[in-house]
């Protein structure tokens, strides 16, 4: 399968012609709509090596999230980012190069720190391996990395290894009836105590805490915390991360504000869900773009239209100058001809 994707971007790049890079469809709505030829990467499946001793995994980048999740919990393990799926069909390959990582991310890390190494096909149809499968491989500048989040304008990503952590002994819900001011206040405060919190969100006058560790690690932090009710709501959570959750419903305008945690509650008309202990905010809201993004610029953040019915437009951050030149730079001597997802990500990128 690698060799006939290599030999259609081979055809594509002769011929100038742009690729539509599709997996498992489950993003689809997300970044700016491309177009081109379909490159079809979902038949590219299996797991190509698992080492559960050495805590790392290597599968083809079709390989549903589903299949992945279900082997490691098989041997008490987890993808630690908890990448979204949104669908059934959600692919590894699709989870590194949205780079969307969920819950769990400000606590264990993004899905780019978890990426050992990748297979990668160029613009020119070369496939190329970066990376390695053991951490110790992978210090200091590594190209592997840059593929999350590059919604595949660099590269068709054949293969991923990931490092792989151990699923907790147990794992708590709190919930604490508090306004959105006070949720942030207190997640400050708590952030920096030893606490075994996994997972914070405030949604409705409710904050949503949960507590991963051994049983008695987690009672502890419960009494410490406020003795609030303490349930085992591993549902909530993945309604959470995949967009299940009822704030999500309806057809609204959907973003996606990444502030530092402790930043108060923003000055935005419409409904708001604050979700990774603060750094993390969700707003559905009619709010003008320019407006939006200049408040998280001015609080060193950005925003990103994550979802909205005509994707056409610049649904992420605008650059500064100096680094969309960059993005060019490294766009160009990785894909030259500019035919992988031609803009996906920015207009003309």
Same mark, same amino acid.
């Given at each position: ?20 890079i ?22 590219h ?12 995994? *290597? ?12 082997i490691l ?7 630690a ?8 069909g ?13 819950p769990?991310?400000?606590? !264990?890390?993004?899905?780019?720190d978890f ?17 390695g ?5 992978? !210090?200091?500048?590594?190209l ?7 919604l ?7 293969d ?12 708590y819900?709190?919930?604490q ?27 409705? $006058?409710?904050?949503?805490?949960r507590l ?6 987690t ?7 406020g ?18 959750h009822?704030?999500?419903?309806? $057809? ?12 108060p509650?923003?000055?935005l ?17 009619? !709010?003008?773009a ?7 610029? $001015?609080?060193?953040g ?7 019915? $005509? ?7 605008p ?27 920015? *207009?003309?990128?």
């Open positions: 399968m690698t060799t006939a994707l290599c030999e259609q971007v081979k055809r594509a790049y002769a011929a100038q012609t742009p690729l539509s599709q997996g498992g469809g489950s993003k689809t709505f997300y970044g700016r709509h491309g177009a081109g030829e379909p490159l079809a990467v979902s038949g499946t299996g797991i190509l090596s698992y080492e559960p001793s050495e805590l790392v995994l *290597r599968a083809r980048a079709g390989t549903r999230l589903a299949e992945i999740e279900q919990a098989d041997k008490r393990q987890m993808l980012f908890e990448p979204p799926h949104f669908a059934d959600g692919t590894l390959g699709g989870a590194v190069a949205a780079g969307l990582s969920g769990r991310r400000p606590f !264990a890390g993004a899905v780019r990426v050992l190494g990748t297979g990668l096909i160029n613009g020119k149809g070369e496939h190329l391996n970066f990376g499968q053991v951490m110790k491989n992978v !210090a200091g500048y590594d592997s990395r840059l593929m999350a989040g590059a595949g304008t660099l590269g068709v990503l054949t991923v290894a990931l490092k792989v952590l151990p699923t907790p002994d147990v794992e819900t709190l919930a009836v508090c306004s959105q001011a006070e949720a942030i206040a207190r997640l400050a405060e708590w952030l920096n105590k030893p606490l075994p919190i996994s997972a914070a969100c405030w949604y409705d $006058d409710h904050l949503y805490l991963s560790g051994s049983e008695s690690a009672r502890q932090a419960q009494h410490r915390l003795d609030n009710r303490l349930e085992q709501r591993a549902e909530f959570w993945q309604s959470l991360r995949d967009h299940r009822p704030f999500f419903d309806g $057809d609204g305008p959907l973003w996606r504000l990444s502030v530092p945690p402790a930043t509650p923003l000055a008309p419409g409904k708001w869900l604050v979700d990774w202990a603060g750094a993390q905010r969700w707003l559905i809201s009619d !709010a003008d320019i407006q939006v993004h200049k408040l998280a610029a $001015d609080l060193g950005h925003a990103t239209m994550f979802r909205r019915a $005509d994707a056409h437009g610049e649904v992420f951050q650059l500064p100058a100096g680094l969309l030149a960059l993005h060019k730079r490294l766009k160009a001597a990785l894909d030259p001809a500019g035919i992988l997802n031609p803009n996906r990500l920015y *207009r003309d990128l």
